[in-house]
């Protein structure tokens, strides 16, 4: 019989499942997709339900349960931090306390209490159930399923259990840890404290803070260097921890702080100024550079020329581009679940590559099947939908889609794009989309503020042939999960008027930087998905399609959802997003819907109409 192995992670942020057969990945989704709640932290009921149905078993077939976390090793650090600073901090211990005394602490009888009763059996029926360190969880999500046979592991995160950065050297089968930064000094923890100050959401916002970099200047990375961060030459570091209020107070930064860089943090959804622009840029800056050099010492104290990299730091697209263009590594590879939701995938590999002892085989491509691991849906099953709510539709065949689809395209007009598997990570990856024509000048600014419902300054990713990649980018190599970004390459880039060239901040937001404007940063960036064949054929079609008829290999893809929802999930899901923005068609596999031509949109549930701002 086969061994099958499910991974949870929960109860801190982004909740998930993974579940394992014979150590292949059979399927792998974020509870958040299912509840429609953003970071969903709580226990992940629907995302188990959906890898026990991929698999099509019951929990009581598993071999055996994995947590990514070791909840007493982190209440340990929580009172030890506490302790060391007593008694500031006791407005902070006293609201984590009843969280972890009735929740956290006990995490083991609580899990199999909610185990059992999703298995509809006792307790004493459930599989076993183990525990990995946070980082491990990480470690082994990043290194296990990449192509390489022999690499260097960096993890880097807010913080698991004390771990903030962590260093692992991957080899065939065998995780071994080389050494970590602990906690309170933690990159991760620094560039919240910037998301925080400058008024984004902690644990969410931090993409903003990134894509705002571009904007500002570089102004306050000399005062950063020296008063928060006490960095080294090998990129190890230390925190200034008078500058912060993580570790025992309520808030992410300290008066100390807010009068180094000249005023309280800005308020959510106040209006952006040139300051938030330059904070920006300097911490993106500082983060690029401990990066980098942690990355050349990894490469001179381990001598191997590949790089994993897992955390939430490693969802820093930015970073990891200079990585791969000025770091001593030949190749990195990038978990697309970097963050939490993918220990649940890494714990489950931990238990059967570490605990089990079971052998690896890298065969030179990556085992993540393109991240397509969440839950598909028939066209039964979508005709059925749409049946259900009065929607109008055609049915067409795949080719006829694809001529349909791109025509709309070429016409400068939004589509949702809905096929396949859904996506794992935070990434829409052409399963789950919102598409545009990436030459329209106007598509940035509809998409941005019609269909997202986001801040203007936001950049678009460019989903491109892998084949083409190259003559649009100074990009050689895959990209399939939308992990690193590069230039758009010279003979593509226009040049910029001259009366537009000395403008500041978000003015420059408008200019057009080349034949593809529409996924072009203003620093002429761009953050890639290389498409393939192999892994998502109908997808490559669509684009192939569409190049076929424009010349253009190119479009513009963006997660299906509006500002403040998670990606969609489902038909119903997908329909309703479509409804109640100013998307122009919708595809649902092989229905194609006119926005025009649909019912007037009834709003039948408020908390499904609204979602918390990020």
């Not at 999703?118 to 076993?128: D, F, H, N």
Request: proline share 6%; glycine share 6%.
């Amino acid at each position: 019989m086969a061994s099958t192995i499910l991974g949870i992670s929960a109860y801190y942020h982004d909740s998930a499942a993974a579940l394992l057969r014979d150590g292949e990945i059979v399927a792998a989704a974020q509870e958040e997709r299912f509840t429609r709640r953003k970071h969903d932290a709580r226990f992940p009921e629907q995302a188990i339900a959906a890898c026990l149905k991929e698999a099509e078993i019951r929990l009581t077939d598993l071999e055996s349960i994995v947590f990514y976390d070791k909840p007493l090793v982190k209440f340990e650090r929580l009172l030890e931090t506490y302790l060391a600073a007593a008694p500031r901090g006791y407005r902070s211990f006293a609201a984590a306390m009843p969280v972890w005394l009735k929740e956290k602490l006990f995490l083991k009888g609580r899990l199999k209490k909610e185990l059992s009763r999703l298995g509809e059996c006792g307790v004493s029926a459930l599989p076993p159930l183990y525990f990995t360190e946070h980082h491990q969880a990480h470690a082994a999500s990043a290194f296990y399923p990449s192509p390489f046979s022999r690499a260097a592991v960096l993890c880097m995160d807010g913080v698991g259990e004390w771990a903030t950065t962590s260093v692992w050297l991957g080899d065939g089968n065998t995780l071994i840890p080389q050494w970590q930064i602990d906690f309170p000094h933690s990159i991760g923890l620094l560039y919240s404290a910037f998301t925080y100050y400058t008024g984004f959401k902690v644990n969410s916002g931090e993409y903003k803070l990134m894509g705002l970099a571009p904007y500002g200047e570089p102004a306050y990375v000399d005062l950063i260097l020296k008063h928060l961060l006490d960095l080294k030459e090998d990129g190890t570091f230390r925190l200034n921890m008078d500058y912060f209020d993580y570790t025992t107070g309520l808030t992410m930064t300290s008066s100390k702080f807010h009068a180094l860089f000249g005023g309280p943090p800005r308020g959510p959804e106040a209006k952006l100024t040139q300051r938030e622009m330059n904070l920006a840029r300097s911490i993106q800056a500082v983060t690029e550079e401990v990066v980098l050099r942690l990355v050349r010492t990894i490469h001179r104290e381990l001598g191997v020329d590949h790089l994993c990299l897992a955390g939430g730091v490693a969802l820093n697209c930015v970073a990891n581009g200079r990585i791969l263009r000025e770091s001593p590594m030949r190749e990195i590879w990038i978990q697309p679940a970097a963050g939490d939701a993918g220990g649940a995938l890494g714990a489950a590999l931990a238990l059967w590559h570490q605990y089990h002892g079971r052998s690896r085989t890298a065969t030179g491509a990556d085992r993540m099947a393109g991240s397509y691991l969440g839950p598909r849906f028939s066209n039964s099953e979508i005709q059925s939908d749409l049946d259900s709510v009065g929607a109008v539709y055609e049915s067409l065949e795949d080719e006829p889609l694809m001529e349909a689809v791109a025509e709309i395209l070429a016409r400068e007009q939004v589509v949702g794009w809905f096929q396949g598997r859904m996506e794992f990570g935070p990434r829409a990856l052409g399963a789950r989309s919102i598409l545009g024509d990436p030459r329209s000048e106007k598509m940035q600014s509809v998409m941005n503020l019609k269909i997202k419902c986001r801040e203007s300054f936001r950049p678009f990713a460019p989903s491109v042939l892998y084949e083409s990649a190259a003559e649009f980018f100074d990009f050689d190599r895959p990209s399939p999960y939308m992990m690193l970004t590069a230039s758009v390459r010279e003979k593509h880039r226009l040049p910029v008027p001259s009366e537009q060239q000395h403008l500041f901040g978000i003015d420059k937001l408008h200019v057009k930087r080349s034949s593809i404007p529409a996924v072009t940063h203003i620093d002429d960036s761009a953050r890639i998905q290389t498409v393939h064949e192999e892994t998502n054929p109908r997808f490559y079609k669509l684009i192939q399609t569409f190049q076929q008829r424009t010349g253009c290999p190119v479009l513009v893809n963006t997660s299906f959802n509006v500002r403040g929802e998670p990606i969609v999930c489902t038909p119903e899901d997908a329909y309703r997003c479509f409804m109640r923005t100013e998307m122009d068609y919708l595809v649902l596999e092989n229905f194609l819907l006119t926005k025009t031509k649909q019912p007037p949109w009834k709003k039948d549930d408020a908390r499904k109409e609204t979602f918390e701002l990020d």
